[in-house]
């Protein structure tokens, strides 16, 4: 069945997966509180929270006691971030621009799901790897769906485009420190970097309005 002929139930799928989306930093959040002393949330990783054994980093150890359920997290957010792309995201965002978000959108998901599958502490190399995807991702989608939704949408469309400009910010930091020493600020700015594309998709669900 093409996605432009999808059923309203299925359009509903799609908003419901996009509209849950912001769960995912709860369920970092929640994660992370059951770490190590050692884990903070300003200068720890995201993927140190799917550690499934303590690795010591710059002298922390860190250990993830729920490790388990940070990388299902990983690979559902993931799965629902494509999900809700291809459902929703391909009725609602119009022209190549949405089209092009859609696709940036999976990619990102997909990344979710490889960075679950893979955890950095068994597979370091390989993590990186199939994480870089979504760094590129998040800044890049959010801005293709600006543009999408600037003709119908401009004041949302204005919104995301800040919401592109702060998670370009996070990218662009977190590459930097990640170059460097990353002694401090490496997990704050790798979550301004991811935060607001899995919260902003929330918000462009709820006000979403389908072609």
């Known amino acids: 069945m093409s996605l432009s002929r999808l059923s309203p139930r299925g359009v509903g799928l799609g908003r419901a997966a996009w509209t849950l989306q912001p769960l995912y930093v709860v369920?970092?959040?929640?994660?992370?509180?059951?770490?190590?002393?050692?884990?903070?949330?300003?200068?720890?990783?995201i993927s140190d929270l799917g550690n499934t054994s303590c690795r010591t980093v710059r002298g922390d150890v860190l250990c993830s006691?729920?490790?388990?359920?940070?990388?299902?997290?990983?690979?559902?957010?993931?799965?629902?971030?494509?999900?809700?792309?291809?459902?929703?995201?391909?009725?609602?965002?119009?022209?190549?621009?949405?089209?092009?978000?859609?696709?940036?959108?999976?990619?990102?998901?997909?990344?979710s799901v490889g960075v679950g599958l893979v955890p950095v502490n068994e597979h370091g190399g390989l993590h990186g790897l199939v994480a870089l995807p979504v760094f590129l991702a998040q800044p890049t989608a959010l801005l293709l769906t600006a543009f999408s939704l600037w003709a119908m949408r401009p004041r949302l469309a204005r919104a995301t485009l800040v919401v592109a400009a702060l998670s370009a910010v996070g990218v662009v930091g977190f590459a930097a420190l990640l170059a460097g020493d990353g002694s401090t600020a490496l997990g704050a700015l790798e979550r301004l970097a991811l935060w607001p594309g899995y919260v902003w998709v929330g918000v462009v669900a709820a006000l979403s309005r389908t072609r």
Do not use: K
């Open 27 to 45: 369920t970092e959040v929640v994660v992370g509180l059951q770490a190590s002393r050692d884990y903070g949330f300003t200068d720890s990783t």
């Open 65 to 111: 006691p729920w490790h388990t359920a940070m990388n299902i997290g990983f690979i559902w957010f993931g799965v629902t971030l494509a999900l809700g792309a291809l459902l929703l995201g391909s009725r609602t965002l119009p022209g190549r621009t949405g089209t092009a978000a859609v696709v940036v959108w999976c990619v990102s998901g997909l990344g």
